[in-house]
């Protein structure tokens, strides 16, 4: 089960460029089916018939899947999901369409092996493959914008992947090894300085990867540079598998809790918890906007994991998943408000509540979320972390948290105000509201937050508790 995750995917891509010209119109449902099955499987399928050995030609595939992992199957589906309603929507070139979604399903095989496997190297190939295809992703319109994020994005990412193949040889070396397992083991007989290099090394290139500060240069031009679609993914979730969630794995199941790890996560969690925040008040563009909100959003995860409790990582997790819709929510309501309005730029708009209410709506829903207001899904997985941090003893790192939360509403509430609220302008009269393929995700994702948050008791049972579990 967990291997078709990966080859379905690659299968759809290899059947849509059969030289038949019927096929390319299969692209949008087939890869729609996907998104939805798993989606579907994440929610429902057990855990117990995920595990079982995958025998791939002569190979034995070290896959598995356990309780975080379900969690990013299911965020994975759902911002997928989004992402092609919104570039199917946005992207009026066939061709150029049929490469969005080549790429996409291509990115989500890496994404979706990132998640199941259980060893470093094979591991490396798959955050590679994710990355190459955001890459050119997006610079799908070849527009100058895309092409220096993407650069940016492509020379750091460069950076990191060298740390991280150093890292992996030291310890292959070092361990003899590869898997999670073995090199847990081997760590843990014998903390060499070479072994503990090795672990700074991988660390330091998933910060880059998730773009925390102070690594995260390259993060606001590409999610502002890239196509409407590709921001969603990117913003997402790719940046939160390709680093976030590697982060997450790799330290509670091969690195370790050790004093220094956790003195890094915190530090760089609250660093970029404050920066992002700070930023993100003082921008004019949209989207740009909303990428200094993700750095400061995913520093919460990232300080909820420097923890080390089980607590705090459940609540990291909760958080990621919940950053996953409310930030998919956001930059598909920006697309929207692009598309319609023809800018980004909030001092020109204003009042456009009045001609995109359910745009409109949406974005007040997630904004709330985002900001940590109850009983909406952002407020459980924040109060989770602040509560981990306070019986922790982090009582500074708790305070950051909670007071940072007030700076997160206040550039949310501009920006509802700039865009949403007030006096519509002359050249946005007769503006109507976005068109299906992006109102659906706007609208599904604000039912997921709101019921996340109702539910939460029920979410918190099923879902995020059992995560403790994984180390």
Request: charge should be positive.
């Amino acid at each position: 089960m967990p291997l078709l995750l990966i080859l379905v995917p690659l299968a759809i891509v290899i059947l849509l460029n059969l030289p038949f010209r019927f096929l390319k119109k299969l692209a949008f449902p087939l890869a729609l089916l996907f998104a939805l099955a798993q989606g579907t499987m994440a929610i429902f399928y057990p855990i117990g018939l995920w595990n079982a050995p995958t025998r791939f030609g002569m190979s034995l595939f070290n896959l598995s899947v356990d309780p975080l992992s379900l969690v990013l199957l299911l965020s994975i589906a759902i911002v997928f999901f989004s992402s092609l309603l919104v570039g199917n929507s946005t992207i009026e070139d066939g061709y150029k369409k049929s490469d969005f979604t080549n790429l996409l399903l291509i990115a989500v095989a890496g994404m979706n092996g990132i998640v199941m496997v259980r060893d470093l190297f094979s591991l490396y190939v798959f955050l590679e493959l994710a990355a190459v295809s955001s890459f050119i992703l997006i610079t799908l319109h070849k527009d100058k914008d895309a092409l220096e994020g993407a650069f940016k994005y492509l020379i750091l990412s460069a950076i990191a992947t060298l740390m991280m193949l150093s890292s992996i040889a030291l310890l292959m070396m070092t361990t003899g090894d590869s898997s999670f397992v073995g090199v847990a083991a081997a760590l843990k007989a014998n903390p060499n300085p070479v072994v503990l290099l090795a672990v700074a090394l991988f660390v330091g290139g998933l910060l880059i990867k998730g773009g925390l500060v102070p690594f995260h240069g390259w993060l606001p031009d590409a999610y502002m540079a890239a196509p409407a679609g590709v921001s969603v993914l990117l913003a997402g979730i790719v940046t939160k598998t390709t680093g976030v969630y590697t982060l997450i794995r790799l330290v509670t199941a091969v690195f370790g809790f050790t004093p220094q790890v956790k003195v890094v996560l915190l530090f760089v969690g609250a660093l970029s918890i404050v920066a992002g925040a700070l930023a993100a008040l003082s921008q004019k563009d949209f989207k740009r906007m909303l990428a200094y909100s993700s750095i400061s959003q995913v520093g919460y995860i990232i300080i909820g994991l420097g923890t080390g409790t089980p607590l705090g990582i459940a609540g990291a997790v909760f958080h990621l998943f919940n950053h996953a819709i409310f930030k998919t929510q956001l930059f598909v309501n920006s697309a929207a408000v692009e598309e319609e309005a023809g800018t980004r730029d909030m001092d020109r708009l204003g009042g456009l509540s009045k001609r995109m209410p359910w745009t409109g709506s949406t974005s007040v829903i997630a904004l709330l979320s985002t900001a940590g207001i109850p009983p909406l899904a952002g407020f459980w997985s924040k109060l989770i972390i602040i509560i981990a941090l306070w019986t922790s003893g982090y009582y500074a790192y708790a305070v950051i948290a909670l007071l940072a939360s007030l700076i997160t509403l206040a550039y949310f509430l501009s920006m509802q105000r700039r865009v949403f609220f007030g006096l519509i302008a002359d050249e946005f009269k007769n503006i109507k509201e976005a068109r299906a393929g992006i109102l659906i995700p706007a609208i599904l994702l604000a039912l997921i937050t709101v019921a996340v948050g109702i539910l939460f008791p029920y979410v918190l049972n099923t879902f995020i508790l059992p995560v403790k579990n994984i180390f």
